[in-house]
C-alpha cells in the first residue's frame, strides 16, 4: 500500500543508510570511521523513534546488520588508510548538520497536507465550484484507504474536508466526489 509519507521518509532516509553501508563494509575502522559510524547510527535510531512503521522493515533489517558487521571490525592501526569512497562517507556523515527526524517528519507532514489541499481546491475548481474548508479536527482515529487511488489515509496526519467530513487525499479526492459503484 502506497503512502506519501512512507515514500518521503523512504527518501530521507535512504542516502543516510548507503552512508552506513559504506562506512562498515571494511575489516577494520578508524576513529574517525567509528565516529562517523557511531553519528549515523544515532541519527537513524532516533529517525525510528520519530518514523516508526514508516521507517520500513526492511530499513530497519538493513541497518541492523550493517551494525552487527561493523562491531565485528577491529580497531585498526594509526597509520592505516581508508579507501576514497569510505574517506568521502566519512567527511559526509561528520560534516553533516542534520535536523531532528521530529522536525523532519513535522515538515514531510506538513509538505503533505498542502499539496493534499492543493489537489482538493483543484478539483472543485476545475468544475466551477469554490472548494469547501479544510479542517483538521481528529474526533476519531480514523486510517481508510482512498477510494479514488488506494492511498492510505490518516486523519492525524491528512486534513478533513468540512463538507462532507472525509479525510483528504493526497490526490485531492473527498467524499463529496464519492459515487458508490453500481450507482449512475
Given at each position: 500500500?502506497?503512502?506519501p ?6 527518501d ?5 543508510v548507503e ?8 575489516p577494520q575502522?578508524?576513529?574517525e ?6 553519528k ?10 520519530v518514523f ?21 571490525c577491529?580497531?585498526?592501526d594509526?597509520?592505516?588508510r ?23 517528519v513535522e515538515?514531510?507532514?506538513?509538505a503533505v ?8 481546491a483543484r ?15 481528529i ?6 484507504n ?11 496526519v ?6 462532507c ?14 459515487a458508490?459503484a453500481g450507482s449512475?
Amino acid at each position: 500500500m502506497k503512502s506519501p509519507i512512507r515514500d518521503k521518509v523512504y527518501d530521507y532516509l535512504s542516502p543516510k543508510v548507503e552512508l552506513l553501508a559504506t562506512l562498515t563494509k571494511t575489516p577494520q575502522y578508524t576513529n574517525e570511521q567509528h565516529a562517523a559510524v557511531t553519528k549515523i547510527t544515532n541519527h537513524l535510531r532516533a529517525a525510528y523513534s520519530v518514523f516508526g512503521s514508516d521507517f520500513g522493515d526492511v530499513t530497519l533489517e538493513r541497518v541492523q546488520g550493517y551494525v552487527q558487521r561493523f562491531s565485528h571490525c577491529k580497531v585498526s592501526d594509526p597509520d592505516h588508510r581508508v579507501g576514497s569512497i569510505v574517506r568521502t562517507a566519512i567527511d559526509q556523515v561528520l560534516s553533516a548538520n542534520w535536523a531532528s527526524p521530529k522536525l523532519i517528519v513535522e515538515e514531510m507532514i506538513e509538505a503533505v497536507r498542502k499539496e493534499a489541499m492543493s489537489n482538493h481546491a483543484r478539483k472543485f475548481i476545475t468544475r466551477g465550484l469554490p472548494p469547501p474548508q479544510i479542517i483538521r479536527s481528529i474526533k476519531h482515529h480514523r486510517t481508510p484507504n482512498c477510494y479514488a487511488c488506494h492511498d492510505h489515509l490518516d486523519n492525524r496526519v491528512n486534513v478533513e474536508c468540512e463538507a462532507c467530513g472525509w479525510i483528504i487525499c493526497l490526490c485531492g479526492a473527498c467524499g463529496c466526489n464519492f459515487a458508490p459503484a453500481g450507482s449512475t
